[in-house]
């Protein structure tokens, strides 16, 4: 609570505190500029007016009924001035508002209500994190309550692009149509596919496409839904969630892109994306409970929160002072003793796979002559190897391969290699075949992108009404650091130690007479560190993971 809304409160209820000791303006004529006791009101019923008047003057005794006729005896004391004046001040800033046509208990009131919101507002509001301090990175770091699966809405979306695009490759695989399909479902948070097919007809060819977009909703009742567009013939048709993708449907699609003169009408189910859309499934939160339920509850505490202004209005024009007493007191018992029930969360499963936005680092390779028809023994030994060596590492290091494409000069390009894993440091190693030799190297890069848990909706679960929140994943940008450049510096080294070592071995083993370099294609580690982020978080990307 800032020293402002301190001094609002204090100052209104001093001031609500005076108008209820020293102004009873209970009297029909009271306010009205001139003090009409004891004439028109009884006594001490024209506070405001009659402030100044002597109380004698007030209960009707003059000069000739008094017993006494000396003045009054007046304490010319030091404290007793003091109190006079701040009296005087106090009574003078009461009476402000009658200077412009308000009253003053309303402005009072009003005074103390936008204290208390000021002080609720302030209390609620957050600052933004900053980027360059401890706790914003303790932040950014994943919570211990998110456990990795494939489970999560992520994951499905990522199989069912994979499916439906095994599925088109099929249908179009019997259409005996040519075409070629793209797919980037592995490293991206938003997995996408695009075919591209040729159609021939008596005049000439051209080309069609399907772009589609699958989209995780998480928690939702549909996990999934899917943006696409398709080409008919030269017309754009765009498609928006949807979510059943059967026989019928991938049939559909495919006939399209085949050319087939027939209006396209899509046949599966879409969710519901307009209030009018009565047809269509309404997309809803899984595991809060029904709207109906919702509104209820907000119903309820509506109707609370107004009957308690009301009634806190009749006891405020009784009684100011004791109902600002009253509601203090209750304030501070109920933040001395409620104890208020936890928010439970419920959490996504996280995706074991962060999606890829990489900066290259250092590189190596070599042509060994001669070993091209050896490369499946030796990619399978060389695997053997980092497995046998870093298999009791204590550090989270991963090796598997992966399966990727790229767009050549001529069609799209398939090639298999080897990845290991360190956090954020990753090496490819590629050992390819080209002839009779084979080509042996490896290439370091940093991942800037990794994921990060983020609150998505609250309320009540459903059966039990327990106040939930449910918390899904998301891709956040990092900063390179110091660690990060320590993890890839450790992975090349190995993986250049390991992979030289082998190379050494097969010469020795063949028997092959070659010079090999084995010197290492350094990058700048502060330039690394100075990467920003690719514009969509991988624009720049070359290769696309294909399993």
């Known amino acids: 609570m800032t020293r402002l809304t301190k001094a609002l409160l204090l100052v209104g209820g001093v001031l609500l505190g005076l108008s209820q000791g020293y102004a009873d303006d209970s009297c029909g004529y009271a306010r009205d500029g001139a003090c009409d006791e004891p004439l028109l009101c009884a006594t001490d019923t024209d506070g405001t007016d009659c402030a100044g008047v002597p109380a004698e003057v007030r209960a009707g005794v003059t000069s000739d009924t008094a017993e006494d006729n000396d003045p009054l005896p007046v304490d010319d004391s030091l404290p007793a001035g ?90 179009l695989g019997e259409r005996n149509t040519k075409f070629r399909i793209y797919v980037d479902a592995d490293a991206v948070s938003v997995p996408w596919l695009r075919v591209d097919c040729v159609i021939r007809d008596e005049r000439g060819s051209f080309l069609s496409n399907l772009v589609m977009d699958f989209k995780p909703q998480p928690f939702g009742t549909i996990p999934v839904l899917v943006d696409f567009e398709i080409d008919q013939l030269g017309r754009r048709r765009r498609i928006t969630s949807a979510y059943e993708f059967g026989p019928d449907q991938i049939a559909l699609m495919a006939a399209c892109l085949g050319g087939a003169s027939s209006p396209f009408r899509w046949t599966g189910a879409r969710a519901r994306e307009m209030p ?24 309820l505490k509506l109707t609370g929160l107004l009957a308690g202004l009301v009634i806190t209005s009749m006891a405020f024009g009784a009684a100011p002072a004791m109902t600002i007493l009253v509601g203090l007191g209750g304030y501070v018992a109920y933040r001395r003793f409620h104890v208020p ?38 990619l399978e030994r060389f695997e053997t190897m980092l497995a046998d060596r870093l298999s009791d590492a204590s550090e989270p290091i991963s090796i ?10 001529e069609d799209k390009v398939e090639r298999q290699q080897l990845a290991l894993t360190l956090r954020r440091a990753i090496v490819f190693v590629r050992i390819d075949r080209y002839g009779r030799d084979l080509f042996v190297g490896w290439d370091a890069h940093v991942n800037l992108l990794s994921w990060k848990d983020r609150a998505l909706h609250k309320g009540y679960r459903d059966g039990d009404g327990l106040k939930v929140e449910l918390v899904g994943i998301e891709t956040q940008y990092h900063q390179i650091n110091e660690y990060d450049i320590t993890d890839a510096n450790f992975l090349l080294e190995a993986t250049h130690a390991h992979l030289s070592s082998l190379v050494k071995d097969l010469l020795r083993e063949r028997e092959i007479d070659q010079e090999v370099d084995f010197s290492i294609v350094r990058e700048s580690r502060q330039k690394l560190m100075e990467a920003p982020p690719s514009a969509g978080n991988g624009s720049r990307r070359r290769f696309f993971r294909k399993s």
């Open 82 to 171: 003091l109190w006079q004046a701040l009296e005087s001040a106090a009574w003078s800033l009461y009476f402000l508002p009658n200077r412009f046509g308000l009253d003053p208990d309303t402005m009072l009131l009003w005074l103390v209500i936008g204290g208390v919101v000021l002080a609720l507002y302030l209390r609620g509001k957050k600052g933004p994190a900053t980027t360059d301090t401890i706790r914003d990175l303790v932040w950014r770091a994943m919570s211990p309550d998110v456990q990795p699966g494939d489970g999560s809405e992520i994951g499905e979306a990522r199989r069912q692009c994979r499916r439906i695009a095994e599925a088109l490759e099929r249908e």
């Open 400 to 409: 598997r391969r992966e399966n990727i494409w790229y767009s050549g000069a």
């Open 276 to 299: 009018w859309q009565l047809t269509r499934e309404k997309q809803r939160i899984a595991l809060l409970e029904a709207p109906f339920m919702t509104s209820l509850r907000g119903t």
């Open 341 to 378: 029930p936890p928010t439970y969360r419920i959490v996504a499963a996280c995706p074991p796979r962060p999606p890829r936005d990489l900066r290259g680092l250092d590189s190596w390779q070599t042509v060994v002559r001669d070993l091209g028809g050896q490369r499946d023994v030796v």
